[in-house]
């Protein structure tokens, strides 16, 4: 059964910087796709960032700079290094896997074939 878990979530001050993590089990990373995304409370889900199958990196505008995507296929495990957080950064982060290269899709959330639950950010200003 595939689970994504994702982790890292919390309470931080704008300015701070938090480390989000998305551990997958029964799978493994090589050649798939992976996303961050985020809904915040009364607004449609956003593409964060994302990694193609390809090894391409997708950033959204609003991110650009201050978040890193990585990937640990050894641990089964994504990161998203999130610094310099403001507080329209306040959403719940959640990641998913598929497979694909088109970043403009996956970036929308196509190609994804299992998405996790999500985890909380907070960022008080």
């Known amino acids: 059964e595939v689970q994504l878990q994702a982790s890292g979530g919390g309470l931080v001050q704008a300015g701070g910087s938090l480390r989000l993590s998305c551990a997958a089990s029964g799978f493994t990373f090589d050649d798939y796709a992976i996303g961050w995304f985020r809904q915040a409370p009364g607004k449609e889900r956003e593409g964060v960032s994302c990694?193609?199958?390809?090894?391409?990196?997708y950033y959204a505008d609003s991110v650009k700079g201050r978040f890193t995507i990585s990937s640990d296929n050894a641990k089964n495990t994504v990161y998203l290094q999130m610094n310099s957080l403001k507080s329209e950064d306040t959403a719940v982060y959640f990641c998913a896997i598929g497979f694909g290269v088109d970043l403009p899709k996956l970036a929308l959330g196509y190609e994804y074939d299992y998405w996790g639950q999500g985890t909380l950010v907070t960022v008080s200003s």
């Open positions: 990694i193609s199958s390809d090894g391409s990196t």
